[in-house]
């Protein structure tokens, strides 16, 4: 009896999976950038796939007002201006921060989201729209650099708080998008096997717009012209050049893309088992649990 049901629901997934499908497609401009999302799915799953697509932006909008380090209101502006004493901070940033430190632990200081100083002092104070219109920078000091600074960051995950310490500012601009699309597909597009998530240029992509097909990337922009299918390449970039993505059917849509399965875009995301960087306190009494790495 146990194996005929599981035939019969193998049947009906194989049905689905041959099914011709329709694109549920979203867009914006939003964290400087054009960002994306397509879900292909059955027609009978297509209410459910706008919904999810809908939600991808809003994060991706949440995202934007949280992380910005341009926003003067935005929550990681607020965590700057608190260095020296203990943030309480929403899921979205705590979470951003630990895969910063993730990462910085994982490439071994060679991704380090503590050097805003240093961007500012090189003329990064503002967002490139406003760099490429030739607006002046605020010719910030520097001050000292101090290699591995991020190891001091000390995170407590029972209340969500953070301390920085006196003299370091973070930046998450190297691990915002590709940590948002990852969080996108696998969170809020986990109901569907063909999904798609540009955050400018920042990719994360499982199955095909139709059965058979992958999903392809065009390259937009000098030096040429092509298209690349995610099986033989996963294309990331940060910024630069623009990618816009195609279906199966050649139709183009805003955003970037390949075919395979489940290929990461994260620019930072380096080890998901890797521990975090920084200085972990315990949840009891205070305690730290976690030492110098």
């Not at 939003?30 to 919904?51: F, H, K, N």
């Not at 953070?162 to 370091?168: D, K």
């Not at 955003?255 to 315990?282: D, H, I, P, T, Y």
Request: aromatic fraction near 4%; include cysteine.
């Amino acid at each position: 009896m146990h194996n005929r049901a599981v035939e019969a629901q193998q049947q009906v997934e194989q049905q689905l999976a041959d099914e011709p499908r329709i694109i549920v497609s979203r867009a914006q401009r939003c964290m400087a950038t054009q960002v994306s999302v397509q879900l292909a799915v059955p027609p009978q799953q297509a209410r459910a796939a706008e919904s999810s697509a809908d939600a991808v932006l809003a994060f991706l909008r949440e995202v934007d007002t949280r992380l910005s380090r341009f926003r003067p209101e935005s929550e990681l502006c607020a965590l700057n201006r608190a260095v020296g004493g203990w943030f309480v901070a929403s899921p979205l940033l705590f979470e951003a921060v630990e895969a910063a430190l993730r990462a910085a632990h994982a490439s071994g200081g060679l991704f380090d989201p503590a050097l805003l100083p240093q961007l500012e002092a090189l003329g990064y104070d503002r967002d490139f729209d406003l760099i490429a219109r030739g607006e002046s920078a605020t010719g910030q000091p520097a001050g000292t650099f101090a290699p591995g600074a991020w190891r001091d960051i000390e995170l407590e995950a029972g209340g969500r708080r953070i301390r920085l310490p006196r003299g370091l500012r973070l930046d998450l601009g190297g691990i915002a998008k590709g940590w948002a699309a990852d969080v996108a597909i696998e969170r809020l597009c986990a109901p569907f096997a063909h999904a798609l998530v540009n955050v400018g240029g920042d990719l994360r992509l499982r199955g095909g717009p139709q059965p058979g097909a992958s999903w392809t990337a065009g390259i937009r922009d000098p030096p040429a012209r092509s298209a690349l299918g995610a099986a033989r390449a996963a294309l990331d970039r940060s910024r630069g050049r623009r990618r816009a993505d195609r279906d199966g059917n050649g139709a183009r849509a805003d955003g970037g893309a390949g075919g395979g399965r489940g290929e990461s875009g994260a620019a930072a995301r380096l080890s998901n088992g890797a521990a975090c960087g920084g200085r972990r306190v315990g949840t009891r009494r205070g305690r730290r649990a976690g030492g110098r790495r």
